[in-house]
T-cell receptor
Framework: QKEVEQNSGPLSVPEGAIASLNCTYSDRVSQSFFWYRQYSGKSPELIMSIYSNGDKEDGRFTAQLNKASQYVSLLIRDSQPSDSATYLCAVKPTGRRALTFGSGTRLQVQP | DAGVIQSPRHEVTEMGQEVTLRCKPISGHDYLFWYRQTMMRGLELLIYFNNNVPIDDSGMPEDRFSAKMPNASFSTLKIQPSEPRDSAVYFC????????????FGEGSRLTVL
């Protein structure tokens, strides 16, 4: 079992719709969770972090965490073509400084 | 502020050759990470340093790979001899002790081994 799992996609949504990206992780005691966005040919950049159960909102982005289900999600409201990218879920395993990344979900927002 | 700087951005080499990738972390950052990204395996941690000391090298695939950090502003990842399966994008990232949760990535070094 991979430590962090994501559906590779592509996930295709029309402009203006809500995009929902999902991630599951295996280390039950992980405390820190992140979403990175990576445009084609570019490096990952942090867009959201979440540490407690529930929702965290930042602009059009909402991260959701359910530790009991070991599940993290990212919602993007009013999706724009500029949101088209690969979204990487990352988890900070217990006792480690380095992040473990999922393989990423490619999002395509259709104009 | 300058971000994480990596060189070269692109490297094409032949199997068996030595490859050296370089990284300059953000000034003041205590942690430096080397990741490798491929389509098949995604973004994998190779090694990370804290205050120039290697902490976890369990992701280094084999003895052909080595990494050093001789000072706080410079790190190298060396592959000797290189093989076609080493073809990937190699990212260097850095972070601070106070905010070790956010990684700042360099632009990556795209390696092609023929």
């Amino acid at each position: 079992q991979k430590e962090v799992e994501q559906n590779s996609g592509p996930l295709s949504v029309p402009e203006g719709a809500i995009a929902s990206l999902n991630c599951t992780y295996s280390d039950r005691v992980s405390q820190s969770f992140f979403w990175y966005r990576q445009y084609s040919g570019k490096s990952p950049e942090l867009i959201m972090s979440i540490y407690s159960n529930g929702d965290k909102e930042d602009g059009r982005f909402t991260a959701q965490l359910n530790k009991a289900s070991q599940y993290v999600s990212l919602l993007i409201r009013d999706s724009q073509p500029s949101d088209s990218a690969t979204y990487l879920c990352a988890v900070k395993p217990t006792g480690r400084r380095a992040l473990t990344f999922g393989s990423g979900t490619r999002l395509q927002v259709q104009p | 502020d300058a971000g994480v700087i990596q060189s070269p951005r692109h490297e094409v080499t032949e199997m068996g050759q030595e490859v050296t990738l370089r990284c300059k972390p953000i000034s003041g950052h205590d942690y430096l990470f080397w990741y490798r990204q491929t389509m098949m395996r995604g973004l994998e941690l190779l090694i990370y340093f804290n205050n120039n000391v290697p902490i976890d090298d369990s992701g280094m695939p084999e003895d052909r790979f080595s990494a050093k950090m001789p000072n706080a502003s410079f790190s190298t990842l060396k592959i000797q001899p290189s093989e076609p399966r080493d073809s990937a994008v190699y990212f260097c990232a850095s972070s601070t002790r106070e905010n070790s949760r956010e990684l700042f990535f360099g632009e990556g070094s795209r390696l092609t081994v023929l």
